[in-house]
């Protein structure tokens, strides 16, 4: 059964720090990654996707993907205490319909 | 543009009752999932359709649960009957083809 492992599962950094949380897939046939982000109370909302091997940077956040790993990142800079929230990531095949979702990372950003 | 809505937002039952939860998906969209999310087993798929057609009905969740789309814009998920251990955060979400899911706010329900 396809896994998905996140890691650490909770990371604590101050203001304005660097928060790098892990995602690794167990499934060779995967080559979409997805990153949720879930404030508590809410629902998740999708933050960013990568499909190609590389780095994608949408602000604040950058996410790799090494395909021959399996293997994604997601690292936020200038972290501010609204960062604070469960990161799910999720991965998927070329016409599979299914996302796995991992455990999640719970970032708290102290000020 | 309208996200994805569900109904009730929160839900008590008592255990051996049946529950009715609703959803719409975002207009345009062809694909509907249902999840249950709780702290310990975090999100955990129920039922998957494709343009109203059942394509994945749960597994270990089969007995109790069951998902239906009554029309393209329209979906319940009943339980019956409740158990204790069916409290959790249940979300629907919908997509358009492959591509990004919508999660709606969610069902919080709590089984005595």
């Known amino acids: 059964q396809q896994k998905v492992q996140q890691s650490p599962e909770s990371l604590i950094v101050p203001e304005g720090g660097m928060a790098s949380l892990n995602c690794t897939s167990s499934?060779?046939?995967?080559?979409y990654f997805w990153w949720y982000r879930q404030h508590s109370g809410k629902s998740p909302k999708m933050l960013m996707s990568i499909f190609s091997n590389g780095e994608k940077e949408e602000g604040r956040f950058t996410v790799h993907l090494n395909k021959a790993s399996l293997h994604t990142s997601l690292h936020i800079r200038d972290s501010q205490p609204s960062d604070s929230a469960l990161y799910l990531c999720?991965?998927?095949?070329?016409?599979?319909?299914?996302?796995?979702f991992g455990a999640g990372t719970r970032l708290k950003v102290i000020a | 543009d309208a996200g994805v809505t569900q109904t009730p937002r929160h839900e008590v039952a008592e255990k051996g009752q049946t529950i009715i939860l609703k959803c719409e998906p975002v207009s345009g969209h062809n694909d509907l999932f249902w999840y249950r999310q709780t702290k310990i087993q975090g999100l955990e798929l129920l039922s998957y359709f494709r343009s109203k057609s059942l394509m994945e009905d749960g597994g270990a969740f089969k007995d109790r649960f069951k998902a239906e789309m009554l029309n393209s814009s329209f979906s319940t998920l009943k339980i019956q009957p409740t158990e204790p251990k069916d409290s959790a955060v249940y979300l629907c979400a919908s997509r358009l083809g492959g591509r990004t899911q919508y999660f709606g706010p969610g069902t919080r329900l709590l089984v005595l």
């Open positions: 999720a991965a998927s095949r070329t016409g599979n319909y299914k996302y796995v």
């Open positions: 499934d060779r046939n995967v080559d």
